[in-house]
Structures are given as C-alpha cells and as structure tokens.
C-alpha cells in the first residue's frame, strides 16, 4: 500500500471518528436510574461472552424490579474484534440485544479501528450496532466521572 493510500484510509477513519464524537448514542428508553460501564479490550470468545451475559443479566434484574439500567460496552485495543463485521465471533447476539433492550449501547474505540484499518490496507467495518467514538479508554474514565459503574469481565 502506498503513503497516499493509508493517508486516506487515515482520514476517512478521523472523520468517521469526529463525526461519531459529534453525535451522542439517541436512546428512545427512559432516564436510567442505574448505570454501568462493561469493558472489553481481549479478542477472546469467552470473554465477550461473559460481557454479553453481565450485560444482560444487570438489565434483566432491574427490569425485574422495575428500574431502568443503561448500559455501555466499550470495546478497544483487541477487544475491537467483538465489533467487527468480518471477525467478530458473537456478533449474533449483538442485534437482538439492542434491539431487545433500548438502553444498551455498543461503543468502538476509533483510535483502534483506525490503528486496524492502517495494518490491514482497507477501512474495518463494524457491526450497525456499534457506535464509534474517538478513544474507548477516554469513554470508560467519562463514564465513571458520571457514575458509571466498571466491569471488566
């Protein structure tokens, strides 16, 4: 791949990031009462296993007592691989969560999606679910500001 050619796949992954920045995830759901924060930074199956499971086992019991929860998976570093498109092994739980569930949100670091789609020589598509954002370290430490609270399974 030439320079001009990972210059370009460079800027079109800062544009998507800024313009995934610009726009706040817009969640028809209730004010959440409950707040959590589920990291996933390993290319692990089990792993993103046991974060869909955390994240749908916190939304089922507030359910259960009749609270809102939001929830945010935010995905980076080689836990990027959870959100792909082409490489991500549970990535068929990933629709009917959110479209089970309105206050979950599925959020890709835009950092490591650039970073992948420098090495690979062509832009890395991402499931429709996911929500791209500039850093997903920054996102975890925002969200813990605001109350989050941090599960790394």
Do not use: W
């Not at 955390?54 to 007592?65: D, R």
């Not at 068929?92 to 206050?103: D, F, K, Q, S, V």
Request: with cysteine.
């Amino acid at each position: 791949m030439t320079v001009a050619g990972c210059l370009a796949l460079a800027v079109e992954a800062t544009a998507q990031t800024r313009q995934a920045a610009q726009t706040k995830p817009a969640k028809s759901a209730p004010e959440a009462k409950h707040k959590v924060a589920i990291q996933v930074s390993q290319n692990d199956k089990a792993v993103m296993n046991v974060a869909l499971n955390n994240a749908q086992n916190v939304i089922e019991y507030y359910k259960s007592k009749g609270e809102n929860v939001a929830v945010e998976i935010v995905a980076f570093g080689d836990g990027l691989h959870m959100l792909r498109a082409d490489t991500s092994p549970v990535k068929e739980r990933i629709a009917p969560m959110a479209l089970e569930n309105p206050n979950i949100a599925f959020m890709a670091c835009g950092n490591t999606q650039a970073r992948h789609s420098k090495a690979e020589g062509k832009p890395v598509t991402l499931v429709s679910e996911a929500k791209v954002i500039p850093s997903g370290v920054v996102r975890l430490m925002e969200l813990q500001k605001q109350g989050y609270a941090y599960i790394r399974p």
